[in-house]
């Protein structure tokens, strides 16, 4: 038997199982098998191992970070972004991986092609996700504005964008690592100076459900180009399986 599974905390509704259970079954892996770890606590994490036939876990909010003290090593990807969403256990020990950095940045790629006219980009949010977006951006050489509900050193708050509304003018591609307008909430969204998008900006909502928030409804009724967190998502899952196969 070879184990994998999904560490998190709540795991209400999760892609993932479904996902690979669907994957193990079209490929005809009867002895593969994907299970839920629903823990609050980081701590019930090292039991888990125990199990000799968990090859490799996913890991979501909120242990993306809290996990790392307990591993044995980081891929680059998940040393540059600070967090780790894949973990496979390897001759070294368990080895912690980003895949949300591939998802993220694959998609936007073709989202905004070859020869794309973006230099300048917004990323509202400063959890998780976001330090895989900034990490994606950089590699592009996008450079980049965080917005935060709340200013520092290096973010500026939502006031001072809606103050300073020719910002927006200035950046081709706003992308929201909120979880603003997730279901079932779907009537809220970033509060940003929406009347300033136009034809020439790019928005990408790593929120998948639903398929158009409210944030990339607003984008598309002024032209934007918009595009929705599910590629990234089915992306960031395929990175994993060839990560515990690799
Ligand atoms: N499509 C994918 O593959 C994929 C992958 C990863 C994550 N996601 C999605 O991305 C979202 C963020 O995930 P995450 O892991 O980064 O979560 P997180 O660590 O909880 O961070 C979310 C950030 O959003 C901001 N935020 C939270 N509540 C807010 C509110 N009520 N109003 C305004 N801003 C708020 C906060 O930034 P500030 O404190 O700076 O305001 C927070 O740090 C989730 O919806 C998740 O499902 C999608």
Redesign the pocket.
Same mark, same amino acid.
């Given at each position: 038997m070879r184990k994998f599974g999904l560490i998190g905390f709540p795991l209400t509704h999760s892609f993932s199982k479904k996902y690979f259970t669907a994957k193990f079954e079209q490929l005809g892996l009867a002895d593969h098998f994907y299970d839920l770890f629903e823990m609050e606590s980081v701590d019930e994490f090292v039991k888990l191992w125990e199990d000799p036939e968990l090859v490799g876990v996913n890991v979501?909010?909120?242990h993306?970070q809290n996990v790392m003290p307990f591993l044995d090593g980081l891929d680059a990807s998940a040393e540059r972004v600070g967090a780790v969403?894949v973990i496979k256990r390897q001759q070294e020990g368990l080895i912690g991986y980003n895949s949300?950095y591939v998802?993220?940045k694959r998609s936007l790629e073709k989202f905004i092609g070859e020869n794309h006219p973006v230099k300048n980009a917004i990323i509202?949010?400063? @959890? @998780?996700?976001?330090?895989?977006v900034e990490v994606a951006l950089a590699d592009l050489h996008i450079e980049y504005q965080?917005?935060?509900?709340?200013a520092t050193a290096n973010?500026i708050s939502?006031d001072q964008l809606n103050e300073c509304k020719e910002k927006m003018q200035e950046v081709q591609l706003i992308v929201?690592?909120?979880?603003?307008g997730?279901y079932p909430k779907v009537d809220?969204c970033?509060?940003l100076p929406y009347s300033e998008l136009s034809d020439k900006h790019y928005l990408y909502d790593?929120?998948?459900n639903p398929s158009e928030t409210l944030f990339l409804q607003k984008g598309k009724a002024k032209g934007a180009q918009i595009m929705? @967190?599910?590629?990234?998502?089915?992306?960031?899952a395929e990175r994993s399986w060839e990560i515990w196969n690799q």
């Open positions: 979501t909010v909120p993306k969403n949300d998802g993220f509202l949010g400063t @959890g @998780g996700a976001s330090k895989a965080l917005v935060s509900r709340r973010t939502y929201n690592t909120t979880p603003l997730t809220t970033p509060d790593l929120v998948y929705n @967190g599910a590629e990234m998502l089915e992306r960031q």
